[in-house]
């Protein structure tokens, strides 16, 4: 294995993984055990095709639900250390801003930007307790730094919140050794989008909005995430990489 391989590898690492029972996070928790690392993944579903992944443990946790939180991180650090953090886990509720209900606004506020903080804060203090630096990446959008194609108010808002966030986080924390980064994803080909998917009109212009005319996969996203989490991105904390076919770079 030549040295530029070993950057990419997460031997001996303990990593977490919210949202992590399909989809997007259920590809980083695969990519995460496929490079070496032990990995937890938090949900409140059980994850799909366990078998397939390497070194996968899985806890029913409600991230917006700080108590469960921190009680969570407590019993995956009795199992192994938390090096890196992947909040992945977010909802979406897609109603015209003048027609969402406040509780709708605060279901999809409290898994997505405050179950994030919380899920970083948790992270953030077992690392610095064991004096272990660390690797946080949230999971953005292309809607946290552009509008998308239909009212989600929302899910647009919080993701905006995640990129901000990440930069606080990454200047306030890099003196511990803990880098903080995200990535922005386009859509992608997974459960979460499965009602725009069976739509054919809709999956046209995503294709012809995206330079590249295709939706992203999911392992695609995993890659990113998994390079942002290795010591091959040791320099590199505070930013939000798009994975998204060039839509922002129009």
Known sequence: MGSFDRLFRL??????VTGGASGIGLA???ALGDAGAR????DQREPRHTQHATG???MSVDISDPSAVAAAFGQVATHHPIDILVNCAGIAIRKPAVDLPMEDWDKVVSVNMTGSFVCAREAARHMIAAGRSGAIVNVASIMGLSGGIYPNISYQTTKGAIVNMTRALAIEWAPHGIRVNAVAPTYVRTPFIAALLEQ???VQRIEDMTPMRRIAEPEEVAAAILFLASPAAGMITGHTLPVDGGYLAQ
Request: charged share 10%.
């Open 39 to 42: 990995v937890t993944v938090l």
């Open 11 to 16: 031997d001996g690492a303990g990593a977490v």
């Open 200 to 202: 054919p009109d809709v």
């Open 28 to 30: 980083t928790a695969q």
């Open 56 to 58: 996968l443990s899985a």
